[in-house]
């Protein structure tokens, strides 16, 4: 089992900057990648950004390139998602979640899941 709880959320201007963070326990070292996502309002949940926690290999969508920076923390068990330059666009709810098996960009991919931290991005 692994546990995972987002943090870092909330309601930021456009331009702004959020970090969100993603706490993991539990058999962590069963998983190799961690994934974020997204899912606005009405809409399909879409993959952000992922990395692989032994070697730091970062993936990004091309909607996150060059805005959002992917990192983790290994002592902590910790990932985190740098977002700056955010656009309103950017508003949904974000999920991190730990990758079982398949292309790390399908979130069927993935097994555990956070409950989810709302980004509301004002115009």
């Known amino acids: 089992q692994v546990q995972l709880v987002e943090s870092g959320g909330g309601l930021v201007q456009a331009g702004g900057s959020l970090r969100l963070s993603c706490a993991a326990s539990g058999r962590t070292f069963s998983r190799s990648f961690m994934g974020w996502f997204r899912q606005p309002s009405g809409k399909e949940r879409e993959f952000v950004a992922a990395?692989?926690?032994?070697?730091?290999?970062?993936y990004y969508a091309d909607s996150a390139l060059g805005r959002f920076t992917i990192t983790r923390d290994n002592a902590k068990n910790t990932g985190y998602l740098q977002m700056n330059s955010l656009k309103p666009e950017d508003t949904a709810i974000y999920y991190c979640?730990?990758?079982?098996?398949?292309?790390?960009?399908?979130?069927?991919?993935?097994?555990?899941w956070g409950q989810g931290t709302q980004v509301t991005v004002s115009s």
């Open positions: 990395i692989v926690w032994s070697s730091g290999q970062t």
């Open positions: 979640a730990t990758h079982r098996d398949g292309s790390i960009y399908y979130r069927t991919s993935y097994d555990y």
